[in-house]
């Protein structure tokens, strides 16, 4: 029986690096397909209160909010971090984890204070280090970064930038590419405040970063641009403004097919501004 049992839970081990892989390919159905086998064997040998069994909770939970199916997402991230809380020790990474993308799930439905709960428990359980800048848990510039954004939510700008200032100390060499979220979140604030100067030049040290790999196309980096020709815009440095929505759309050309919203309105942006047509 011993045999057997280990033999399944081989197979519930390969079924999870399955899911896993399906998951971050947005292979979203076989994911969960894969995930809910695996956890017929773990509920079944290893009952409901184990780790292992946890993190089958937290991966189906990633899958579903990957989805944008939020609530779902939330009771099986609530799941395993029931589990994780009796299991594990306070400071383990795993409950900083699904703390976190609870976070997330609050953020995106604009329950900003809630958010910031969540974000605020996340660093708890990751704990305070004395350790020099740069030696912290790797989660922890991404947990400053998403209170910076969620104080810039909530109006808190002189908090956001605190948290990006943070994040930058944290993630020390100014040309690492997850820089360029603390670069937009402090650019983000500063236009908030009035200041388009201070944000021009951060979101030019964020393009700075990702133009070094432009093959790296993804809605984020589109964002920016847009992000930097809305100031632009305000200053009514017009030529600026075109330049990144055309980088804007060279990126969104690569993700999203041709009459995809984002590029129908980045199109008339362009022809607003210089008067061409698209084809």
Known sequence: MMNYHSALLTEASILNSIAISYANHNEHSQALECYKKALDIRETILGNEHPDTAAIYNGIAIVYYQQYEYQQALDWFVKALHVRERVLDKNHPDIAITCNYIGHICHANCYYQEAREWYEKTLIVLGKSDSEPGTGPPLLVEIYNNLAAVYANLGEYDRALDWCRKALAENIGEDR??????????????????????????????????????????????????????????????????????????????????????IVLIRDSIRRLDGSNLH
């Open 177 to 262: 590419r997850d820089n360029t979220i603390t670069y937009n979140n402090m650019a983000g604030a500063y236009a908030e405040m009035g200041e388009h100067d201070l944000a021009l030049a951060w979101y030019q040290k964020a393009v700075n970063i990702i133009e070094k790999d432009f093959s790296q196309a993804n809605q984020d980096n589109a964002i920016l641009y847009i992000n930097m020709a809305a100031i632009c815009e305000r200053e009514n440095k017009h030529d600026k403004e075109l330049e990144c929505y055309r980088k804007a759309l060279a990126i969104l050309e690569k993700v999203h097919d041709a009459e995809h919203p984002q």
